[in-house]
């Protein structure tokens, strides 16, 4: 199975740049802003994850963290490669393995579901206030949408990734800013590292209701850096 891939805007270039010994993104107006990513961090209940980090120890909740982070690159990896009709990432050690059998998992149950890819890890806008790269904007069942790929240890139950669908919302408000477009559709696919898949669509009201939450989010980041 092919996708098409048609593109209906010419992308813009949105570079990461580092100042002061920060990562920020350069708007093609020159600006320097957070990623949705450092917005999102800076402004979330970090609880939890002190909670985990002191209960697994430093040295341990980096490594998961690190070997995590490669997995979920060589997936995406695959994945691309696979929309892009080329060949795919080899090697069978066991990272390499899984990531593999996730990406198939992936590629049967989620990407079966997409009509058209406008595009891959794009960069996008939303002026003066932030950036960040989308894995995937496409064609989901007839209508546009911000696509994510997520890897998990297992299975997610749907409010504990609130920060996903925010990230999410905040793609397509930078998308529909810049290019005029009217995105109001996310969808996340989510595979365990035993190839369990989810998939989590957010439209409608519940997406405007996420949308409005990034508006607060980002509200209170600038509060807290002014």
């Known amino acids: 199975m092919s ?3 048609n593109p209906p805007f010419k992308y ?8 002061d010994g920060k990562r920020l993104y350069q708007t093609p107006d020159g600006q320097k802003v957070p990623s949705v990513t ?47 009709g080329k060949d795919r990432p080899a090697g069978n050690n066991q990272v390499r393995v899984m990531a593999s059998s996730m990406a198939d998992t992936i590629i049967e149950h989620g990407l079966s579901q997409i009509d058209e890819v406008w595009g891959m890890e794009i960069g996008l806008y939303y002026p003066e206030l932030y950036a960040g790269t989308t894995d995937l904007i496409a064609m989901y069942k ?27 919302c905040a ?26 898949y989810q998939e989590f669509v957010i439209k409608g009201p519940e997406f405007k209701d996420y949308a409005n939450k990034w508006v607060e989010r980002v509200g209170r980041y600038y509060e807290l850096n002014m």
């Not at 949408?145 to 998990?152: C, E, G, S």
């Open 3 to 5: 996708i098409a891939i």
């Open 12 to 19: 813009l270039p949105v570079p990461r740049v580092e100042v």
């Open 38 to 84: 450092t917005i999102l961090d800076k402004t979330k209940d970090k609880t939890f994850l002190m909670e985990w980090k002191k209960r697994v120890g430093e040295s341990e909740a980096q490594r998961i963290s690190t070997e995590s982070a490669g997995l979920g690159t060589l997936m995406h990896t695959h994945l691309e490669n696979y929309i892009l």
């Open 142 to 168: 007839g209508r546009p949408a911000i696509v994510d790929y997520k890897t998990t240890n297992k299975p997610k139950k749907r409010d504990w990734i609130e920060d996903y669908f925010l990230q999410m």
């Open 171 to 196: 793609y397509a408000a930078a998308h529909n800013n810049v290019y005029g477009t009217d995105i109001d559709q996310a969808v996340i696919f989510m595979c365990s590292r035993n190839c369990e």
